[in-house]
């Protein structure tokens, strides 16, 4: 509880987001500076890596999990059984230049082998060093350069050819699946225009932007189109007055429509984007008159 600008107490509590859950892992009970009492609450939760969650090598190699299986069918050596926790693309390496990765991987091969610390800092080794550490590899029954046969766990046929192998540093990065996904039917719409709100916290819309709209229309789909940006958005039915092409407000009592400034009883319905109609009025307060042309 607060005191209001009155001095009445007033609940300024927090509220849970709709898309955070957990288990309540510490209660903190104090007062703060004015001496009210004060409450925190930690909330601890365990998430396993899924598909779409980031990891990050310590050289910049970022990227998400594409396919997650199970240690079976994962590929093993066939000298020591070692089964990989990642498999990356090797086309990751030469495109961004990242060689203190292969470094520390192949550094890491032998210093776990070994027991001893090794500076595997890029640019910092010169080639008597390098090949120093080949011949050491290749005393303790590894290939040279860090790669070794593998067996496919699905099929249990050895690979055609030798894969670069060893230990590297990954880590997680906050950039988790689960806090970013977002879909919605209906929810909740601006006051002003009447089109869904914006943003994951306030379970708004998902926007179709101009590429969307481009992509839609590359491939035809003028149905899909209008559902997207017309009928899931604001679409909103008005009367139009088919002799002077002003909307037409009804008479509620008689429920029935007439124009009120050419008095014709010739009115049709449409159906509009309620941001149009709203335009139309504020033309209309400034004394710019908008016609809706909609045929007799």
């Known amino acids: 509880m607060c005191p209001d600008l009155n001095g009445k107490k007033r609940d300024c509590s927090t509220i849970v987001k709709p898309n955070d859950d957990g288990v309540v892992d510490r209660v903190m009970a104090t007062t703060n500076e004015n001496g009210s009492n004060l409450l925190k609450i930690r909330v601890r939760k365990v998430k396993v890596p899924q598909i779409g969650d980031k990891f990050s090598a310590r050289h910049g190699q970022k990227g998400t999990i594409g396919m997650i299986y199970s240690e079976e069918n994962m590929p093993f050596s066939s000298k020591d059984g070692i089964r990989p926790d990642i498999i990356i693309n090797p086309h990751a390496i030469p495109s961004r230049m990242t060689i203190g990765q292969l470094l520390e991987c192949i550094f890491g091969k032998v210093a776990s082998l070994d027991g001893k610390f090794r500076d ?118 008005i009367h139009v007055c088919s002799s002077c092409g002003l909307i037409v407000s009804g008479d509620i009592k008689n429920n029935r429509f007439i124009c009120k400034m050419c008095v014709s009883p010739k009115v049709k319905q449409i159906t509009i984007p309620f941001a149009t109609k709203l335009l139309f009025q504020e033309l209309m307060s400034i004394g710019a008159t908008p016609r809706i042309g909609v045929g007799a």
């Open 120 to 237: 595997s800092t890029a640019f910092e080794h010169d080639e008597e060093e390098i090949h120093d550490l080949y011949e050491s590899l290749h005393r303790r029954g590894f290939q040279r350069h860090g790669s070794d046969m593998l067996i496919n766990g699905m099929t249990g046929k050895q690979m055609p050819h030798s894969i670069f192998i060893g230990p590297t540093y990954y880590q997680r990065l906050k950039h988790m699946v689960e806090d970013k996904i977002h879909s919605r039917g209906k929810g909740p719409v601006q006051l002003l225009t009447r089109q869904p709100v914006e943003g994951r916290a306030r379970d708004g819309g998902l926007r179709t932007g101009e590429m969307e709209r481009d992509a839609m229309i590359s491939h035809g789909t003028a149905m899909f189109m209008k559902d997207r940006l017309f009928y899931n958005s604001d679409a909103y039915r």
